[in-house]
């Protein structure tokens, strides 16, 4: 769906998602978790670099604790979901 209305979103637009996401990733099934780090993986394919730096940095702290998730799979979701983020903003 966001690599879909990607291109429209605007900047209130993905700051009304990432909370939403966010929550998911503590959701106690793994499926729910797994789909929010996917919804993740494509937000950061479309959020320009010219986010808000301090949201941003936000959203990766609250991701980067999931990296100690006691499912191996989530582990592996969410750090494809980093490398993702990466790519967005090089400098932080």
Do not use: C
Not at 32 to 40: D, P, Q, T
């Amino acid at each position: 769906m966001i690599n879909f209305t990607g291109p429209a979103m605007q900047y209130d637009d993905f700051k009304e998602v990432y909370p939403e996401l966010l929550k998911r990733l503590d959701d106690s099934q793994d499926g729910i978790r797994l789909e929010a780090a996917k919804a993740f993986e494509e937000f950061f394919e479309v959020l320009s670099p010219s986010w808000a730096n301090n949201l941003f940095e936000y959203m990766i702290e609250n991701i980067y604790i999931h990296l100690d998730d006691s499912e191996e799979v989530i582990q592996q979701a969410i750090a494809k979901v980093l490398r993702k983020a990466a790519n967005v903003h090089k400098d932080i």
